[in-house]
């Protein structure tokens, strides 16, 4: 079946701007995770939902961040006013449970100039 | 979170056994040992995890020490697209089924040389 997707694959900004990246988990999953990865890092947790609402929203750095799952199934990460800082790769996973092995999208590469 | 501590790389010859090993002095009893690996310019993906006893499954085979303080990842035979990062990470288990997002290290970088 289908996996993971995220849309867009790259999005090149300008700081200050505002940007949406879009995921779409596997069909029936309730648990969808966003990371963030730096160059030569490991993926840095940032928020989970269960269904519609998050449940772990500790790794957010800053409230220029924020994500939403309105109907339990496709997830927006927002960030207002981008900073340099915030260019990595952006990964979404899904499970179907919260305990369950998590399953990635391919990222959305986002650099900001 | 408890940490794990691996190795930054390791290199291996194609069709060769590898083992990649993995630290975790401070894991608690309720912790899983899971492993996940990345491909260049992909997700992460899942290859196997365990509590106490040693696992197998098509990709890899698991094996903790007795005290669980350390693990291995054993690729029996690797082959070129074994060539990735490889993460060893501790994930909790809640009673009442709750769970957290994983905590990646740098992982360890495999080298497969043809």
């Known amino acids: 079946g289908a996996g993971v997707s995220q849309t867009p694959s790259n999005k090149v900004t300008e700081k200050g701007k505002y940007v949406e990246l879009r995921c779409d988990p596997i069909?029936?999953?309730?648990?969808l995770y966003w990371y963030r990865q730096s160059l030569g890092q490991g993926p840095e947790f940032l928020i989970y939902f269960q269904g519609t609402g998050a449940a772990d929203d500790s790794g957010l750095p800053n409230d220029r961040f924020f994500a939403v799952r309105p109907e339990g199934s496709v997830s927006t990460l927002k960030i207002q006013r981008t900073e340099r800082g915030d260019s990595a790769v952006y990964l979404c996973a899904s499970s179907r449970s919260g305990t369950e092995t998590q399953y990635f999208g391919p990222g959305t590469r986002l650099l900001v100039l | 979170d408890a940490k794990t501590t691996q190795p930054n790389s390791m290199e291996s010859n194609e069709e060769e056994p590898v083992h990649l090993p993995c630290n975790h002095s401070?894991?608690?009893?309720?912790?899983?040992i899971h492993w996940y690996r990345q491909l260049p310019s992909q997700g992460p993906e899942y290859v196997i995890h365990g509590l106490t006893s040693n696992v197998n499954n098509r990709m890899a085979s698991l094996a903790i020490a007795e005290d669980r303080k350390s693990s291995t990842l054993i690729l029996h035979r690797a082959t070129l697209r074994d060539a990735a990062v490889y993460y060893c990470i501790l994930r909790a288990w809640y009673s009442g089924g709750g769970a957290d997002g994983l905590t990646f290290g740098k992982g360890t970088h495999l080298i497969i040389q043809p």
């Open positions: 069909s029936g999953h309730t648990a």
């Open positions: 401070t894991i608690s009893g309720t912790d899983y």
